[in-house]
């Protein structure tokens, strides 16, 4: 087990969980020369215990909110893990670097929250078996050529990077994230990442014009509820994205100059737990 490599991975996630702990110098020390000393087997219990240090005993509620994060962060892995090892699928050069980061982020992401959950004395969920055709396990869904259509992949890495900023900013005011802050912060970390997945597939979708309907502009960020896309079968990570109200206020009576568009592209619509589930549900075999 290669200790250092994982402190290091960890740290990546939450920059500060050292400072929690000590120095990080002393903490990798310390923990390499535990780890050195006792067998493999329990060397989780080390990672337990050094969690709890730095995070603290969650309740029930907040490994429920860690466990659903990590489910689709299990699916966005998954997902481009699987597309890497699709043959002549995605370009050599930029887009093939882009790819493996973005996985290598989502695969990061599992690693992190598993990891917080079994320290802080609970169960991280199971990976799912996934159907990414969308269809409930048949295999037969509206995306089952997404591994051999590289416009498919990508829009289908889009709406799953979109799903996953609405979803982490839906559960940010929940109470059990707001009473552990560390948790909370990560939890944003991770939000602001995967919104820049978001824009970087949007705009490798844009420079090839791949699955976009006629004289659509694919931007960086969602317009209305719009998805860019040439299928309705994603629409419902989109929709609710049309609203031009915040906090009561009617954005587009602020400035003549604004328009519905500049409104609803100047906010990002939280999305409820249980109408994410009810999206990633066709993707996860029964």
Same mark, same amino acid.
Request: net charge negative; aromatic share 8%; hydrophobic share 45%.
């Given at each position: ?67 659903? /994060? ?71 869904? #509206? ?12 829009? +289908? ?11 982490y ?8 994230l ?7 912060? +990560? ?11 978001? /824009? ?19 931007? #960086? ?52 737990k ?11 075999? #029964?």
């Open positions: 087990m290669n200790v250092p490599h994982i402190l290091t991975e960890l740290e990546k996630i939450d920059p500060e969980v050292f400072d929690r702990l000590d120095t990080r110098r002393s903490s990798m020390k310390q923990f390499v020369k535990a780890s050195g000393k006792v067998a493999l087997a329990s060397v989780p219990f080390l990672f337990g215990s050094m969690f709890k240090k730095a995070y603290g005993q969650a309740s029930s509620s907040l490994f429920d909110i860690l466990n659903y /994060a990590l489910t689709l962060e299990y699916l966005e892995a998954k997902f481009y893990v699987t597309g890497l090892a699709s043959p002549n699928l995605i370009p050599a050069g930029a887009p093939l670097g882009a790819i493996q980061t973005i996985s290598a982020h989502e695969t990061a992401h599992v690693n992190y929250l598993k990891a917080a959950i079994t320290g802080a004395s609970g169960t991280p969920v199971a990976e799912p078996n996934f159907d990414f055709s969308g269809g409930s396990g048949s295999g037969n869904g #509206p995306f089952a050529t997404a591994f051999t259509d590289y416009g498919l992949f990508l829009a +289908v890495a889009q709406t799953f990077e979109d799903t996953g900023v609405r979803a900013k839906g559960q940010a005011n929940m109470d059990a707001i009473a552990n802050n560390d948790v909370l912060k +990560v939890a944003l970390q991770i939000h602001s990442v995967e919104a820049r997945h978001a /824009a970087h597939i949007r705009q490798m979708r844009k420079a090839l014009n791949l699955l976009v309907p006629n004289g659509v502009d694919v931007k #960086p960020w969602i317009t209305r509820n719009q998805s860019g896309i040439g299928t309705d079968a994603v629409q419902a990570s989109y929709n609710g994205e049309d609203n031009t109200t915040q906090a009561t206020v009617n954005i587009v009576t602020l400035n003549s100059e604004l328009t519905v568009d500049t409104a609803s592209e100047a906010f990002d619509e939280p999305l409820t249980e109408a994410v589930l009810a999206i990633v549900g066709p993707f996860i075999a #029964p």
